[in-house]
């Protein structure tokens, strides 16, 4: 697998990571990753939390300061991750629904690919975006190996 380009991590900061993480750890781990305890680290802390068989990693930060998240306001508008079927994606929907998450779209057919885009988009902690995508047509380009094909 070429790493080149590939995100490494993303680190999302919550107004209350203990809070957070009651969300984020049963959410993650639905979708291969390793989630961490809370540890301190810069005056604050942090959970790492790795999904070894891609290789990338979701950090939840403790914030230092309030702050509203505004999907629309400049910086992040939200985190996408991709799902390897459509049943995941269903799975992650009642999942998090169950875990008081409020859903704003999905899980349906999108048409932002014409290779396919089944995916469900909801609000975690603090508001902050999320989307669970199955796309077909990217799982078999990548099987080929030419991952700009979709």
Known sequence: ?????????????VSN??????????????????????MPYN?????????EANGTAINI?????????????PGLHHVAFNAGSK????EVGKLVEKAGATILDGPAEFPFSHQGYYAVYFLGPDNI???????????????KGNASAA
Do not use: C, R
């Open 1 to 13: 697998m070429n790493l080149h380009g590939t995100v490494n991590h993303l680190a999302i900061s």
């Open 17 to 38: 990571l203990d809070e957070a993480m009651v969300f984020f750890t049963p959410f993650l781990e639905a979708l291969g990753y390793t989630v961490s305890k809370p």
């Open 43 to 51: 005056d604050t802390f942090l959970s790492v939390n790795v999904n």
């Open 61 to 73: 930060w403790q914030s230092k300061k309030e702050h509203n998240f505004d999907v629309y306001e």
């Open 87 to 90: 049943n995941a994606v269903d």
């Open 129 to 143: 975006k999320i989307e669970v995508v199955h796309m077909p047509g990217l799982e078999e380009s990548i099987s």
